[in-house]
């Protein structure tokens, strides 16, 4: 079974331009999920689609953030304008989905390394 | 407000002991937590999962418990390698909030030989 892919590996931007990452999740999953890391700590849940319906963006900056994901396959993570702190891995996972109480894990990619100078 | 936390100290453990990590957290009620392995540069590998009517999950070396009531899991390595040296992350699944899957900071640990 192929993993969830990611493109770029690295990429390394200057403030104020901007940056797109791609996400192929695993062939079946529903639910897509977008994680910024950021060295040191914990992913953050930036965005989470069921299908390609969000289904909590709560935690994703949106004046310069966005993602969608369409035909609920691929997506793809956008931020426009990017800014120093936005340096970070950005993790995209994958899970299958039958019904809330029968959740299951999320399969991770390798995730995208940003680097804003 | 909403916290999740684990021990942001490395464990450094002497190969063949017990590892123990902790999770704890604040105002939520998880339906399910599970717990991922990350090595450096890769993305999270997960490990076990336990759902909020279980009391504990094992897996070969691993194990898990999960106290609803004091909202803490623990993650145990027995009997530990150094191969078992990662950082390992839990997380929360949430599931008024359509299965979010939040995680702690992590906890790093090294197995010395």
């Known amino acids: 079974e192929a993993g969830v892919a990611q493109s770029p590996r690295y990429k390394i931007i200057e403030k104020r331009q901007s940056v797109a990452f791609w996400c192929n999740p695993i062939s079946g999953h529903a639910t897509l999920y977008w994680y910024q890391q950021i060295l040191g700590q914990g992913p953050k849940l930036l965005i989470q689609?069921?299908?390609?319906?969000?289904?909590?963006d709560s935690q994703l900056p949106k004046d310069r953030f966005s993602a969608e994901r369409l035909k609920g396959v691929d997506s793809t993570l956008k931020i426009q304008p990017a800014k120093l702190e936005d340096s970070a891995v950005y993790l995209c996972?994958?899970?299958?989905?039958?019904?809330?109480?029968?959740?299951?894990?999320?399969?991770f990619g390798q995730g995208t390394r940003l680097t804003v100078v | 407000s909403q916290k999740i936390e684990q021990n942001s100290e490395a464990l450094n453990i002497q190969e063949g002991k017990t590892a123990t990590l902790t999770c704890n957290y604040t105002n939520y009620s998880p339906a399910y937590l599970q717990w991922y392995r990350q090595d450096p540069g890769r993305g999270p590998v997960f490990l076990l999962l336990i759902r909020e009517n279980e009391k504990e999950k094992r897996k070969e070396r691993l194990k898990v418990t999960f106290d609803t009531t004091l909202k803490q899991s623990l993650f145990h390595i027995t009997a530990s390698q150094p191969a078992d040296s990662a950082t390992y992350l839990c997380a929360l699944g949430i599931k008024a909030a359509g299965n979010k899957l939040t995680f702690g900071g992590g906890t790093r640990v090294l197995v010395k030989p």
């Open positions: 689609f069921q299908n390609n319906g969000v289904v909590d």
């Open positions: 996972a994958s899970s299958t989905y039958f019904r809330v109480e029968m959740n299951t894990e999320a399969f």
